[in-house]
């Protein structure tokens, strides 16, 4: 009984090889594929970022496990992520670079002032 049972169902399992899987396939609007390459390049900017030796330090300084900062990345909605990486676009590299250089200047003006120094030629 058994012997025969296998053999019906083998039988049925060698006739469903034969017939075709059924995949279904829908229109991909341009909208939808815009928003997936663009959430791919917004997550790879994040991600970049993230990777960078001063922020991961600083977040492991504040206590922040790193899993934990990838899985909260991947759970951002499409706009929260194109925020995020708007903002880190927009980030100055080294901070306010204008302040640096407004007080290299001042410094440096302060010691020609005082005499440390000598940058600005006196004329006759």
Same mark, same amino acid.
């Given at each position: 009984?058994? %012997? =025969? @049972?296998?053999?019906? $169902?083998?039988?049925?399992?060698?006739?469903?090889?034969?017939?075709p899987l059924v995949a279904q396939a829908g229109m991909i609007g341009t909208l939808q594929a815009v928003e997936a390459t663009t959430r791919a390049q917004d997550l790879a900017a994040v991600n970049a970022a993230?990777? =960078?030796?001063?922020? =991961?330090? &600083?977040?492991?300084? $504040? *206590?922040?496990? %790193?899993? &934990?900062?990838?899985? =909260?990345?991947?759970?951002?909605?499409?706009?929260?992520?194109? *925020?995020?990486?708007? %903002? #880190?676009?927009?980030?100055?590299?080294?901070? /306010?670079?204008?302040?640096?250089?407004?007080?290299? @200047?001042?410094?440096?003006?302060?010691?020609?002032?005082?005499?440390?120094? /000598? #940058? @600005?030629?006196? @004329?006759?």
């Amino acid at each position: 009984m058994s %012997r =025969r @049972f296998v053999v019906h $169902l083998v039988c049925l399992a060698l006739l469903n090889l034969g017939s075709p899987l059924v995949a279904q396939a829908g229109m991909i609007g341009t909208l939808q594929a815009v928003e997936a390459t663009t959430r791919a390049q917004d997550l790879a900017a994040v991600n970049a970022a993230l990777a =960078r030796e001063q922020v =991961r330090a &600083q977040l492991a300084a $504040l *206590g922040v496990d %790193r899993a &934990q900062v990838e899985s =909260r990345v991947a759970a951002l909605t499409d706009s929260e992520l194109r *925020g995020l990486a708007g %903002r #880190i676009a927009d980030a100055p590299a080294g901070g /306010d670079a204008l302040a640096v250089i407004g007080v290299v @200047f001042l410094v440096l003006l302060i010691l020609e002032a005082v005499g440390v120094i /000598d #940058i @600005f030629k006196k @004329f006759p």
